[in-house]
């Protein structure tokens, strides 16, 4: 089945950079565009970056020019760089992809931005 694990959250200070990771099973992973979502608390799950098949890359306007996404077919893994992190950049970052008609979800990873 497919499973996606989040994983390098951290609590960091502001102007600081994270690496997250997103190790993905069950599906032919190269073939899939792989996002990053996120969620503040009280807030809708929000849309940050998209990577398709042939590292095409798309990005909110929020963190556009700050993160970078990018992935390794060869271990079937999606990372999100963030750069230059805000307090508002705090939120539970998720991993996902749409396979077989079905939107798959991590179990995501918390960052926090203190200032």
């Known amino acids: 089945q497919v499973q996606l694990v989040e994983s390098g959250g951290a609590l960091v200070q502001t102007g600081e950079s994270l690496r997250l990771s997103c190790a993905a099973s069950?599906?032919?992973?190269?073939?899939?565009?792989m996002s990053w979502y996120r969620q503040a608390a009280g807030r809708e799950r929000e849309f940050v970056a998209r990577?398709?098949?042939?590292?095409?890359?798309e990005y909110s306007d929020s963190v556009k020019g700050r993160f970078a996404v990018g992935r390794d077919n060869a271990v079937n893994t999606v990372y999100l760089q963030m750069n230059n992190l805000k307090p508002d950049d705090t939120a539970v970052y998720y991993c996902?992809?749409?396979?077989?008609?079905?939107?798959?979800w991590g179990q995501g990873t918390q960052v926090t931005v203190s200032s």
């Open positions: 990577i398709g098949p042939q590292r095409f890359a």
């Open positions: 996902n992809v749409g396979y077989r008609g079905r939107a798959y």
């Open positions: 069950g599906f032919p992973f190269g073939g899939y565009a």
